[in-house]
Each structure stands twice: as structure tokens, then as C-alpha cells.
């Protein structure tokens, strides 16, 4: 499945890009007033192939859900069974990104991929009906959490495989369901810490340069967090040229889940909306199995975590809103949401200067 998603992921479109460019050029507005929402419409017109491209809707959150056993190491003052408790308060509607997308009226699919405590998939809802009012749990677990990344690989690389090819299943399912954007989301005590290590070992930088606070640990947790992301670089020198064993070595199986959705969503020519450093963490990843695939990222926030402007900087996005959030669960990318709507409707609502009868300049 992965080889195959792979493959179908294409450059964007040039002659729709040229499009979009000479389009906005005769909208009843200056020239390049619209500033970044011009270029993001026409990147979108580069992904689908057309111009103008889809509307974004409706919208699908999907929030992939995992524990992790470097939580063993100190990083995260929040007991492991927060994990599993969140996931209930999303299945009942009363968690933040619930309420964002209410107001979005967006779908939210929550993915066991890897939480510790097992979990009721409760009454069998129907993966073809995206429906903003009911949340949905898919049980997809491949493990009850990784490994300790701090002792030994998080996962191995057929754990690791499984957890993306079951994000590119989601992706699929969601398009199929009538998605015409997907968002990402994520929920895991502790998945800061492979976030960082990610970051580190795509990127290049120093632990301390990828490493947040998360939670908003204190400063003796924040150095035992950053010792151990540089720790575990150092023990298992991942190889950015390898992704499968990067996200092996040191991710978590959201941040692979998270990787595999980004790469469906690619093949399918679907823009996926990136929440915060969790989910760029998961983006570099898929840019590194597929690097036209990034075509397919638009990059909701800026989160406050500091690895996420140095991932955003090495995918070379520009984050649509900068609110110092940090909370992760998809709630950024449902508040940029409108701004990318924004962008495409007005490639097909805005009268041309011709149309309209206004002189131009």
C-alpha cells in the first residue's frame, strides 16, 4: 500500500498554477492585495489540477491517538491515562477541538493507533458518513504504546509501517466519505519527546533547538526531556534518508499514523490543514517518503513549541495564523480553517473587472 500511495503522488500542476496567477489578475482587487491568500489558492489550484480548485468542504478532523513508553523517562507531569480519558471527553463532545469544530462544521475521526489502555469501538458507525454532530472512534491499534525510545527502537519497522498504512487507510476513507480537506489532530501523553527527536533527526538541528515545553513541564522536567531526545539520537543515529526507520527509531505511532494520512491525502490530491508540532513532526516524515507530497501541506498555526517553526522552516511553510497555541488535538488547523475557504472562494465568487464593468487601473 505505501508503494503504491507513493507512486501516486505527482508534482502540482503547473498550467493550473498559471491559471490561478492570471486569474487573480483580472479579480476586481489590486494586484496582489489578497497577499498569502493568492499564493495558497494558487498552490491549491496546483494540487487538484484545476482552476479554480475545490472548495475545502466539508472538512474531516482525523485525530490519531497514542501512548508512549518514554514516558517511563520523567518527560510529562500528566499521568499515561490521560490519553484514553481525552478520547472519551472527544467521543462526548466536550474536548476543545470539539468545539472548533463544531463551529467549523467539521467531522472528527478519532484513531486508536497505539493507546495503552484498550478501548471500545462502541456502536458501529458508518466510515461512508461524515457527520459534523457525532464524533466516530476507529480501533486501528497496532501496539499498546511504543517502546521506551530513551532504552531501545520505539517501534519496529513493521509496527511502524503498519501505523502509516493505517493513516493512508483513513485518508481514504475519509475522501471516499466526501472530504475535500482533511485536518490533522493527535492526542498522546508525552508524544512531545519523539515530536522533538523527529524533528532533530530530519532536520538537523540540536535537541535543545527541537525541544519544547509541552505541557508546560518545569525547568528540571525540560532538561531531562531535552537530555533525553539528544540521548536517544545519539544511541540510535537515525538516518533522515530512511524514514521508516527514523519514525521506527524514535516517532510514535500517531506521528507515523499522521505521516500516512498526510501521504493519502497527497495521492489523492486532497490539502491536508497541519495542526501544530506533532503534526509538522509527522509532515517531515512524509516529505522525506514522498517530497512532492508537501504540495499537499498548508500549515494552519504556528505552534508555540519551538520545533515547529524549525519544521515548518524546513518544509519552507508559511503557518496562516500565529496564536502561540499548544494544544494539539487539531484545534489550530480548525481555527485556520476559514482562512484557506477564504482563499479558494474567492477564485470562484469574485467578478472579474470585465464582468463587473470596473475600469481597471
Avoid at 522525506?288 to 515547529?308: I, Q
Wanted: hydrophobic share 50%.
Amino acid at each position: 500500500m505505501l508503494e503504491t500511495t507513493i507512486a501516486a503522488i505527482r508534482p502540482a500542476d503547473e498550467t493550473a498554477m498559471a491559471a490561478a496567477r492570471e486569474l487573480h489578475g483580472r479579480l476586481t482587487k489590486p494586484a496582489g492585495s489578497l497577499g498569502a491568500l493568492e499564493d495558497l489558492s494558487v498552490r491549491l489550484a496546483g494540487l487538484a489540477g484545476a482552476c479554480p480548485p475545490p472548495l475545502p468542504e466539508p472538512a474531516a478532523v482525523a485525530i490519531f491517538a497514542g501512548d508512549h513508553g518514554v514516558h517511563a523517562q520523567g518527560v510529562s507531569p500528566w499521568p499515561q491515562e490521560v490519553t484514553a480519558q481525552m478520547i472519551g471527553n472527544f467521543l462526548a463532545g466536550g474536548a476543545v477541538v470539539n468545539a472548533f469544530a463544531r463551529q467549523a462544521g467539521a467531522s472528527v475521526t478519532v484513531v486508536d493507533v497505539g493507546v495503552a489502555t484498550p478501548l471500545s469501538a462502541g456502536p458501529v458507525s458508518d466510515p461512508a458518513v461524515l457527520d459534523p454532530a457525532v464524533p466516530r472512534l476507529v480501533v486501528a491499534s497496532v501496539r499498546r504504546g511504543t517502546r521506551d525510545l530513551a532504552v531501545t527502537a520505539a517501534l519496529t519497522r513493521d509496527e511502524a509501517l503498519a501505523a502509516v498504512q493505517t493513516g493512508v487507510r483513513i485518508a481514504d476513507e475519509l475522501i471516499d466519505a466526501g472530504a475535500r480537506i482533511l485536518l490533522t489532530g493527535d492526542m498522546g501523553i508525552g508524544n512531545t519527546t519523539p515530536a522533538a527527536a523527529l524533528i532533530a533527526a530530519f532536520t538537523g538541528v540540536d535537541a535543545l533547538d527541537a525541544t519544547g515545553r509541552g505541557t508546560g513541564v518545569d525547568d528540571p522536567t525540560y532538561a531531562r526531556k531535552v537530555g533525553v531526545v539528544r540521548a536517544a539520537l545519539a544511541r540510535h543515529a537515525p538516518d533522515p534518508s530512511d524514514p521508516l526507520g527514523v519514525l521506527a527509531a524514535v516517532g510514535g505511532l500517531e506521528h507515523a499514523a499522521l505521516a500516512g494520512l498526510i501521504l493519502g491525502a497527497a495521492a489523492r490530491r486532497t490539502p491536508v490543514l497541519l495542526d501544530g508540532v506533532i503534526a509538522v513532526s509527522a509532515a517531515l516524515a512524509a516529505a522525506a517518503f514522498a517530497p512532492d507530497a508537501v504540495g499537499a501541506m498548508v500549515a494552519g498555526h504556528r505552534s508555540a513549541e519551538p520545533g515547529a517553526t524549525v519544521a515548518l522552516r524546513h518544509l519552507g511553510l508559511v503557518p496562516l495564523v500565529d496564536l502561540g497555541l499548544r494544544l494539539g488535538e487539531g484545534t489550530g488547523a480548525l481555527l485556520a480553517l476559514p482562512v484557506v475557504t477564504g482563499a479558494v472562494r474567492v477564485l470562484h465568487e469574485v467578478a472579474t473587472f470585465d464582468s463587473a464593468g470596473v475600469a481597471e487601473k
